[in-house]
């Protein structure tokens, strides 16, 4: 067993201004690595431009990163960022831009590599990363993965190197900007996070101080979450739990919803969470290690799974998936080591198609 959480992590009210020493302690010059528009709406872009602009600090922008980020768009950036010399990548957004802030700082190490790099493991330097989230579902900011869309495989794919942030910057104000959809399909993919943590294979008495924490936290603006009605205290809860379960998750991974919602995301274009969120109840319902199952409900107080999965059906609204596209996704779970070895059972066709929602 073991633990370990090399980001620093601040959550406060104007969290940017008020580590602004950290920040200009990071490097001699930034990219900042964001989306086409929401950082400008949420304030959080500002923020970070009058720091660096008040220390001194030269930046260039990068505001391209689409959802579900691609390899081709890191390329760009990381060229960019090298004939720029920049020496540290600042992160703002969703998962999608702090995902691709990671492979960029790797990129930008290794700047005379190309993108097969990406997809190789070894252990090779990366430039600082600093992650500042404005949703609440990915928990990124904390953990060392990146997850980019690779167009020539027709799906999404993990890379193989881990790049923890250095720091992270959390201030609820930012999620405020956001979409009833964004809040509600990110919320549930910081609940699969904990889910899959929990009902996993790399699942330990140590690493479960975190899925459960989060749990506990879940539990506590469930039922606001629905009924649209979220307070103050309900939005930092909800950073926070996808915080945990961002930690939560780097210690254990994900698991089978986490798998079979990539394609459906790449073929469909449903956002993250709620692709993940359709498997996520039948996950629990037939998870074979029915006490840690309980347990779970438990944490979230459910009765049983029946209650999550009506639940889940509510929040995110029944969506219903072609039938060739199902079967094609569990053939390629069956042959998807990384994510079978999570997952501490045989499993079957059947079995992962009846997960569906
Ligand atoms: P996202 O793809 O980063 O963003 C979704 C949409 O929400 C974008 O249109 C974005 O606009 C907008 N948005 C973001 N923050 C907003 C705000 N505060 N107000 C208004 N709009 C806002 O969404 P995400 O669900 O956070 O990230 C999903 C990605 O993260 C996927 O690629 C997934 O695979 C990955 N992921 C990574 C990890 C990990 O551990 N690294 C874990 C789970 C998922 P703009 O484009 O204008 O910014
Ligand atoms: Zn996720």
């Given amino acids: ?34 989306g086409k528009h929401s950082s400008r709406k949420n304030g959080s872009l500002n923020d ?15 505001d391209d990163i689409e959802e579900n980020p691609s390899v081709e768009t890191v390329m760009k950036a990381r060229n960019l960022a090298v004939s720029e010399n920049v020496d540290f990548i600042i992160g703002i957004g969703g998962g999608s831009p702090l995902d691709a802030a990671k492979a960029i700082a790797l990129m930008s190490a290794n700047p005379k590599a190309d993108e097969e790099l990406l997809y190789q493991s070894n252990s090779l330097p990366y430039l600082p990363v600093i992650c500042i989230p404005t949703t609440c579902g990915t928990g990124s900011e904390v953990t060392p993965y990146s997850i980019l869309t690779l167009h020539k495989q027709k799906t999404k794919k993990s890379i193989s190197h881990k790049i923890f942030p250095t720091l992270a910057l959390l201030d609820t104000n930012y999620l405020k900007t956001a979409s009833r959809n964004c809040i509600v399909n990110t919320s549930v993919d910081a609940l699969s996070h904990l889910i899959e943590s929990y009902l996993n294979t790399n699942s330990n008495a140590l690493n479960r101080i975190y899925s459960t924490q989060g749990l506990q936290m879940w539990a506590e603006f469930k039922e606001n979450l629905k009924n649209n009605t979220l307070s103050e205290k309900d939005y930092e809860t909800m950073l926070h739990a996808s ?17 079979l919602s990539y394609p459906v995301t790449y073929e469909l274009g449903v956002p993250h969470g709620k ?6 109840g039948g996950y629990v319902e037939n998870y ?9 409900l438990e944490l979230l107080e459910f009765s049983n799974a029946k209650e999550l999965r009506s639940y889940l059906n509510q929040l995110l609204g029944k969506t219903e998936l072609p039938a060739e596209l199902l079967s094609a996704d569990a053939d390629s779970i069956l042959v998807n080591k990384s994510k079978l070895k999570n997952y501490p059972f045989e499993v079957t066709k059947e079995e992962l198609i009846n997960m569906l929602n």
């Fill in 1 to 34: 067993m073991y633990l370990f959480m090399p980001t620093l992590v601040y959550s406060e009210e104007n969290c940017v201004k008020n580590h602004f020493r950290e920040i200009a302690l990071t490097g001699k010059k930034a990219m900042i690595v964001t």
């Fill in 48 to 62: 970070v431009s009058t720091v660096l602009n008040q220390e001194n600090i030269p930046y260039i922008l990068f």
């Fill in 243 to 259: 915080m945990v379960a961002g930690i939560a998750i780097t210690h254990t991974g994900t698991s089978l919803p986490h798998g």
């Fill in 275 to 280: 692709a993940v969120g359709m498997f996520l």
């Fill in 288 to 296: 074979k290690d029915k006490k840690d199952a309980g347990k779970v």
